[in-house]
């Protein structure tokens, strides 16, 4: 008795300890990384084969395409707008040789969301147990942004940062062209008066209902507050809360550039507790902005433009 009690406690014993490893070991595995950066360009990475979070279709980086990385462990307005302006350049490019690709450390409801209603056209990985980061090195308290070749070297990887929709424009035109492209500049207001205020499409963001601005908004009868795309996130919730009794009097008419993910302008409505029209534009706003240059006015990226009955700009007022 003595000998099988002691064999069963050394079997208890060496349950225990490998019960104890395998307990370390995933919790090791599965927390975020926390070392220092050491993944920049130039360096290789190694074969990946991931899931997307909302389709379940595989992906592989790298691929016989060049991949734009976004990894983001904070779900910031301003990290959603710089994800909608690869949306729009994905969409609007139609690129055979370049792929996005957004990387979540754990669950962005938003960005989720985005995926499920197709306004996300590429794929979203959600890396709950960190291994991407650890690869990429990530740290929790950072976004990165990578270019990756079809041999996985890092064509381009900055050193603490995701990029922004410049970063992603010029490196666009960097490994596809060869060139990197510069606009004409944003307007100036001034140059606005005189010129015709552009019919565009828009959708009421309570509604969802999409028409022609003049059906819902006729020229002369109320002045446009136009948030070009050079609009930063961060002070659009502030201007529309300051501009609230003037939308609810229909003295302004709101007009959010197609730049702003539709999600988050949604729950930036919600919370200042706005429910009179608010209009999101289906298109760019012809004469006051460049998307793809993400550029509005010269003077500030928020505009009170007032027009004539005959919907001609009569005067234009900065506001931010």
């Known amino acids: 008795m003595p000998l099988l009690s002691g064999r069963f406690y050394w079997v208890l014993l060496a349950l225990f300890v490998v019960v104890a490893l ?14 220092s950066i050491r993944k920049s360009t130039g360096e290789h990475i190694a074969r990946m084969r ?11 980086i790298p691929s016989k395409r060049i991949t734009f990385i976004s990894y983001y462990n904070f779900a910031s307005p301003q990290n959603l707008q710089d994800v909608s302006y690869a949306c729009y ?19 962005i409801p938003d960005l989720e969301e985005m995926r499920r209603t197709g306004s996300l056209p590429f794929p979203l990985i959600v890396d709950s147990s960190f291994s991407i980061a650890r690869q990429l090195t990530v740290p929790q308290d950072v976004d ?7 041999d ?30 510069y606009g004409s500049g944003p307007p100036a207001a001034n ?9 565009i499409g828009v959708s009421e963001i309570h509604t969802r209902v999409t028409t022609p601005l003049f ?28 501009f609230k009794a003037d939308f609810q009097s229909a003295g302004t008419i709101p007009i959010i550039t197609s730049r702003v993910p539709e999600i988050e302008l949604r729950h930036m409505v919600e919370e200042s507790r706005i429910s009179s029209p608010i209009y999101m534009a289906q298109e760019e706003v012809r004469g006051f902005e460049s998307i793809y240059f993400d550029s509005g006015a010269l003077e500030a990226s928020v505009l009170r433009v007032h027009t004539n009955r005959a919907g001609m700009i009569t005067k234009v007022e900065p506001l931010q």
């Open 191 to 199: 140059d606005l008066v005189g010129k015709p205020f552009p019919n």
């Open 152 to 181: 996985g070297a890092l064509l381009f990887a900055p050193a603490n940062e995701a990029f922004s929709p410049e970063d992603i424009r010029e490196l666009f035109e960097r490994f596809t062209t060869g060139r990197i492209t």
């Open 50 to 60: 991931l899931t997307d979070a909302v389709t379940r279709k595989q992906v592989t």
């Open 144 to 150: 990165r942004s990578f270019v990756v070749g079809q």
């Open 89 to 107: 350049l994905a969409r609007t490019a139609h690129r055979s040789d370049v792929d996005f690709i957004v990387i979540t450390g754990g669950h």
């Open 215 to 242: 059906q819902v908004a006729s020229p002369g009868q109320s002045d446009y507050l136009v948030f070009t795309a050079s609009c930063p996130a961060c002070m659009l919730e502030g201007t529309l809360r300051r």
């Open 22 to 35: 395998c307990s370390t070991s995933v919790f090791l595995l599965h927390r975020p990384y926390s070392g």
